[in-house]
């Protein structure tokens, strides 16, 4: 089963403008977490954010979660062809051992 | 440097075959991960450990194995009863307390001839 569903699915943006994707979730979490993948290769965690928070940061990275509405939007600033990935949230949901993803919103950045 | 090692980068399987996937991580991480990544699905996970010599089944753990022997290692083996194995396979560790992001290791790409 799929906790977090991703919207947009796709986002084509020029580099240097902002990049937001927001995640829906269904269940009570613990927290929520952000990974970016790059082609063919392995996720890489970019950010958690507890229940009990609200946003967070780190460098070009914003995280916000609204636990009422059961979202959570991540925003990347002055995007560089760099971040062309695709982005992943997961939740750690309350009474569950495991991390559940979405499907992702694939990122790409034109230079 | 601390990380996950998966082996074989690339992995073809014959009909009928049984192969096993690696997964080597030297994080001293109790629990391990594996998840199967299909085009436009996102990740499914298929067996879990949390500790040494004990594993739980995921979402879609029909046609798969897994054995903790160590804490360093959880192999996963894609048995031949496993219909639709060609995938992208990735494995995963993270530390105690639930509040650590997951280490990923850089897949197997596991394809059907």
């Known amino acids: 089963s799929q906790q977090g569903e991703e919207d947009p699915q796709a986002l084509s943006i020029q580099e240097g403008e902002n990049a937001t994707m927001n995640c829906s979730y269904k269940t009570s979490i613990n927290n929520l977490q952000w990974y970016r993948q790059n082609s063919g290769r392995g996720l890489v965690h970019l950010i958690l954010i507890r229940s009990n928070e609200r946003e967070k940061h780190s460098g070009r990275l914003r995280v916000t979660l609204d636990t009422s509405k059961k979202s959570s939007s991540l925003l990347i600033t002055a995007s560089r062809a760099a971040d062309t990935a695709s982005y992943f949230c997961?939740?750690?949901?309350?009474?569950?051992?495991?991390?559940?993803f979405g499907k992702g919103t694939k990122l790409t950045v034109n230079p | 440097d601390g990380g996950i090692t998966q082996s074989p980068k690339y992995l073809f399987r014959k009909e009928g075959q049984n192969v096993t996937l690696s997964c080597e991580q030297n994080?001293?991480?109790?629990?391990m991960y594996w998840y199967r990544q299909d085009p436009g699905q996102g990740l499914r996970l298929i067996y879990y450990?949390?500790?040494?010599?004990?594993?739980q089944k995921g979402d879609i753990a029909e046609g798969y194995s897994v054995s903790r022997e160590k804490k360093e290692s959880f192999p996963l083996t894609v048995t031949s009863a496993q219909k639709n194995p060609t995938a992208f396979y990735l494995c995963a560790s993270t530390g105690p307390g639930g509040n650590y992001g997951y280490t990923f290791g850089s897949g197997t790409r596991l394809t059907v001839v």
């Open positions: 994080l001293n991480h109790d629990a």
């Open positions: 997961a939740t750690d949901g309350v009474g569950s051992e495991k991390l559940v």
């Open positions: 450990s949390q500790i040494v010599n004990d594993f």
